[in-house]
């Protein structure tokens, strides 16, 4: 039930029938009662400036921002958070003031999906070096991470982005786990109708953590693996969970958890394989 009041945000992509955010927003609003909606919106990548600012004119809170549309997000900004810069893309649009703030909240969704995980405690292994590992090596360096490898199929991304993010950072062809606190996959390996990541676990350490950002199948080999082995760490699905926090704390004004039921619901909506 919706008054002449209720604050309205969404989901821009195209396309947009996928997203699990509606779902995920939805929860939570009707956990808090929110006189609100949360929206997908289906918006051609040509259309993309003048849809943003007229929901910003019809009064949206903001939006959040799928493919194809994370790097244009950036042009229609008047401000972008520093964050957001770091990760070279734009997946949280606030509309305040008249004004549109970009804000990328991935790192930070990946981070509160590790709570246990401390950066500073030692060296990081990424595998991959597209947006998403852009976004988590970004998150991790700032988090005081000592040193930070990146291992991918074409070294040349992962030199790209090494020097674009500059500090403890480094291209390796093959994965240094010897004494590595973290290991996350950012690649699309692992991922259903995608092959597998095949890497032997043995040489880390026992403390060490494995994350996968892929959550279609929740568990990945990558992730039975380490469960295998006795490691903890995280899926894709508490990434995707947690990324969302600040945009909703941003546009209604409350600060909403992520938790078991939360996670239920939406992985209920997730394909086992
Ligand atoms: P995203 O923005 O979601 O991170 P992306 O930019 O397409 O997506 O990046 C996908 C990552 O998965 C890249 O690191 C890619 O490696 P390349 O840079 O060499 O393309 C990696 N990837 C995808 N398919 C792969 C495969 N079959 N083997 C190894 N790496 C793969």
Known sequence: MLTGKAMLAGVTGWPVAHSRSP???GTWIARHRLDAAYVPLPIRAENFATAIRGLADAGFRGVNVTIPHKEAAFAVCDEVMPRAHRAGAVNTLIFRDGRIIGDCTDGFGFLAS?????PRRGPAVLLGAGGAARAIAAALL????PRLT???RTPERAEALARALGGPIQVSATPPLEGAALLVNTTSLGMAGQPPLVIDLAPLPDHALVA???????ETPLLAAARA???GGSDGLG???HQAQPGFEAWFAVAPVVDDELRHIVAADIPER
């Open 23 to 25: 779902l995920l927003h």
């Open 114 to 118: 590790l709570p246990a995980y401390d």
């Open 142 to 145: 700032d988090a005081g991470c």
């Open 150 to 152: 990146l291992v991918n």
């Open 212 to 218: 996968d950002i892929v959550y279609v199948p929740l």
């Open 229 to 231: 082995r006795g490691l």
């Open 239 to 241: 990434m995707l969970l």
